[in-house]
């Protein structure tokens, strides 16, 4: 019995793991979309999380033979998930835990990026901590080979949100796992750069697209084909954004480890960092041919591969296990999914309901979070039951504090 439901299409198949969890009209329009492209190999992935994005749904899984979708990578480039595991204890974590997370909020800037502007609140206002480090030269010199020849792409701040978190669902947590170990846990990608290069890439394809008369169900779903002018700017533009993503990641760990170090001197990691991004294009081989695969709010699980999968603010998380399922293009889901609209989210619900909600979790809880509430988001516990085939559980954590912007 396969673990997976067929969504009727006029294109390729469209495998979707959503036993269980809703999909919106908006989304399977968009599937069908993608399913209708010439180039689609075997077919389109779909993971419990799906949900309505611009032009490619999130939480979808495009093989493409010959092309690139910008869209289907979106304008988060490289946005994904770092966790490591510490030798910190439930029991050695204060009752009142609002100094560390004021500690921590002090540590990394989070925010708005004001269009990259003077005010900029979510950008260091001096050179970011990485400046001094080796990797800084060879990000600084990728960067400047794309906006020399697109100069349009640049971003007047881009270097200075190097280690920074952002906003909407992008988020630094304290979470224990089943033995009572602290782990910490971030969700952010490449940020006020990233979104230029994606945003100049898409706009860009629809100009190929509308220059060439291409025939598309969505102007969104332009496309670059393998070998043009715009693919290999394009590719080499996405590689770079993905290592700034990784980077910005990994600078961001450490600045939250030293807080934790100001509380706990003797603290350790006691497990490899997981860092995973789940917005990207890979080069992989699948069903007998070398695609360009895009994961669009989708994670990597190849065989024994390590990857998180968060909830919403005041749910759980989960650390998994790749089982490579071969029908998934070795993928799993990113997350929850919304099942509504940050509009819809503020509409529905009050400050009251969100501080129902993440009772027990040191957050913040005003009215401009209720757009992440966690009754915007899927059950979580139905995502992971429908990708049970998919990967395995190794931990299971739940949040005690969660900065966000």
Not at 216 to 237: C, K, M, N, T, V
Request: proline share 4%; net charge neutral.
């Amino acid at each position: 019995m396969r673990d997976y439901d067929v969504i009727e299409s006029p294109g390729a198949p469209i495998k979707a793991w959503t036993r269980g969890v809703p999909i919106e009209d908006a989304a399977l329009k968009q599937l069908r979309n993608v399913a209708s492209l010439p180039f689609i190999h075997k077919h389109i992935a779909v993971m419990p999380d799906v949900h309505w994005g611009k032009g490619a749904t999130v939480g979808s899984v495009i093989p493409a033979v010959g092309a690139i979708i910008p869209a289907a990578v979106g304008v988060d480039i490289g946005c994904g998930m770092m966790a490591v595991r510490t030798s910190i204890r439930a029991e050695h974590l204060p009752d009142d835990l609002s100094g560390i997370r004021s500690a921590i909020e002090a540590a990394v800037p989070h925010g708005r990026t004001d269009n990259g502007g003077r005010n900029d609140k979510g950008a260091w206002a001096d050179e970011p901590p990485l400046a001094a480090h080796s990797r800084w030269e060879a990000l600084k010199a990728g960067y400047d080979a794309v906006v020399e020849k697109h100069p349009k792409a640049a971003h007047p701040r881009g270097f200075g949100h190097l280690g920074t978190l952002g906003t909407g669902n992008h988020f630094i947590e304290l979470c224990l796992d089943e033995a009572g170990d602290v782990w910490v846990m971030l969700h952010s990608g490449s940020r006020g750069v990233g979104n230029r290069f994606g945003t100049y890439f898409i706009e860009r394809a629809k100009y190929e697209a509308r220059r060439w008369f291409l025939n598309l169900p969505d102007q969104d779903l332009a496309y670059f084909p393998e070998g043009s002018e715009g693919f290999i700017d394009y590719i080499r533009a996405v590689s770079w954004a993905q290592k700034y993503a990784r980077a910005n990641r990994e600078v961001m760990m450490d600045s939250v480890l030293n807080v934790l170090r100001a509380f706990w001197p003797d603290l350790e990691t006691t497990q490899e960092a997981v860092n995973c991004h789940h917005n990207y294009v890979s080069k992989e081989r699948h069903f007998g041919k070398d695609v360009f695969l895009t994961r669009k709010g989708a994670v990597s699980a190849k065989l024994d591969e390590l990857g998180i999968i968060p909830g919403s603010m005041g749910a759980k998380s989960f650390i998994v296990r790749g089982k490579g399922n071969a029908e998934s293009f070795c993928t799993c889901s990113h997350g929850a999914g919304r099942t509504m609209s940050r509009t819809e989210a503020k509409r529905r619900f009050t400050v009251e309901d969100h501080v129902r909600a993440t009772q027990g979790v040191e957050c913040r809880k005003d009215a401009d979070v209720i757009d992440e509430t966690p009754m915007a988001y899927k059950d979580i516990d139905a995502v992971i039951a429908a990708q049970s085939e998919l990967i395995e559980v190794v931990h299971t954590l739940r949040q005690v504090v969660c900065v966000k912007g």
